[in-house]
């Protein structure tokens, strides 16, 4: 297992009691996903948070995160928040909320 199974508890319990959420192995790690599109995940080190390409400046301007480069290239709509912007309960409730956000957005867009 690429990632800690605590942290995987910990984003399933800021998920809450959600009916649409589905958990995958991408990224070399485990991606939470809501309504079929990518929220956020986990690697052996790091938060991964698809926030959209429209919010993608502003949360890489808050502390600990920065550009998701799984490819080598940098991936616009993707961050990376090292372990200390989510080790607090309510760090990690405001990341997973943003990726949730998105990925209800673009369900809402299919």
């Given at each position: 297992?690429?990632?800690a199974e605590n942290d995987?508890?910990?984003i399933?319990?800021?998920l809450g009691d959600r009916d649409d959420v589905e958990e995958k192995g991408m990224f070399g790690g485990l991606c939470f996903m809501v309504r079929g599109?990518?929220?956020v995940g986990l690697?052996?080190?790091e938060l991964m948070v698809r926030v959209g390409p429209d919010a993608w400046e502003a949360a890489l301007a808050e502390p600990f995160a920065?550009?998701?480069d799984f490819t080598g290239k940098s991936m616009k709509g993707f961050v990376y928040v090292d372990p200390a912007g989510w080790s607090a309960k309510k760090d990690l409730?405001?990341?997973v909320?943003?990726?949730v956000a998105h990925a209800e957005k673009l369900a809402d867009e299919d």
């Amino acid at each position: 297992m690429a990632y800690a199974e605590n942290d995987g508890q910990r984003i399933r319990d800021a998920l809450g009691d959600r009916d649409d959420v589905e958990e995958k192995g991408m990224f070399g790690g485990l991606c939470f996903m809501v309504r079929g599109h990518m929220a956020v995940g986990l690697t052996a080190a790091e938060l991964m948070v698809r926030v959209g390409p429209d919010a993608w400046e502003a949360a890489l301007a808050e502390p600990f995160a920065r550009q998701m480069d799984f490819t080598g290239k940098s991936m616009k709509g993707f961050v990376y928040v090292d372990p200390a912007g989510w080790s607090a309960k309510k760090d990690l409730a405001k990341w997973v909320a943003c990726g949730v956000a998105h990925a209800e957005k673009l369900a809402d867009e299919d």
